[in-house]
């Protein structure tokens, strides 16, 4: 059982660049997630999709877009990297409620240059 | 919306000691506190959680207590072992949807053998 999987682990980019984060989860789960980690400042959501076929933005959207492929797929797009999108980047799953648990991937190390 | 404090950043003990993680939240709403476990180079696990309406919880050697009336929640590791060395992550959540978990910022735990 995989969980959530998601793909590259590791990419630079060069700023003004575009690429895309893919992310699958084999849970069955309704809502999937993308989150950023920096140092020193935790998890924080950028776009999440409580349901096929919905997304909404979370609490840092800006430079990114999402799209939900299907009831397992999830994917987060950069259009133009910049040195700040410099992170780690995690998708997640869950079932609809916030109280159940969300399932994390394993990353992925984005370097912008 | 939901402001999650963690301390300590950093945290260093002698194994076989006890560590104490402690977060703070504001909203008041938050009835869901779980606690992630986040080893290099991998996404966060949850290892255990409380709701509000239960005061402490216990899973062999950790446990987490709450109290609302203060809004604050702990974590204890009792009798540590080097294989708990990881970044701890706690997160509050009134599990109203999909989007409303909030996560502290994040504690490094060294276990030293």
């Known amino acids: 059982n995989a969980g959530v999987t998601q793909t590259p682990k590791f990419q630079v980019l060069k700023t003004g660049q575009s690429m895309t984060l893919q992310c699958a989860q084999d849970m069955n789960h309704n809502s999937m997630y993308w989150y950023r980690q920096d140092p020193g400042m935790g998890l924080r959501l950028i776009y999440y999709s409580a349901s096929e076929g919905t997304t909404d933005k979370g609490e840092v959207p800006n430079g990114y877009n999402v799209s939900r492929l299907n009831k397992r797929e999830f994917s987060l797009r950069l259009e133009s990297a910049a040195p700040s999108q410099t992170s780690v980047y995690f998708c997640?799953?869950?079932?609809?409620?916030?109280?159940?648990?969300?399932?994390f991937g394993e990353g992925s190390w984005l370097t912008v240059v | 919306g939901e402001n999650v404090e963690q301390h300590p950043s950093t945290l260093s003990v002698q194994e076989g000691d006890s560590a104490v993680i402690k977060c703070t939240y504001s909203d008041s709403a938050s009835n869901y506190f779980p606690w992630y476990k986040q080893e290099l180079g991998k996404g966060p696990q949850l290892i255990i959680d409380i709701r509000s309406n239960v005061g402490e919880k216990k899973d062999q050697r950790i446990a987490v207590t709450l109290n609302k009336t203060a809004k604050h929640f702990s974590l204890h590791i009792t009798e540590t072992q080097p294989e708990d060395s990881a970044v701890y992550f706690c997160a509050a959540s009134d599990q109203t949807g999909a989007n409303n978990l909030f996560f502290g910022t994040g504690t490094r735990l060294t276990v030293i053998p």
């Open positions: 997640a799953s869950s079932e609809v409620r916030a109280g159940n648990t969300i399932y």
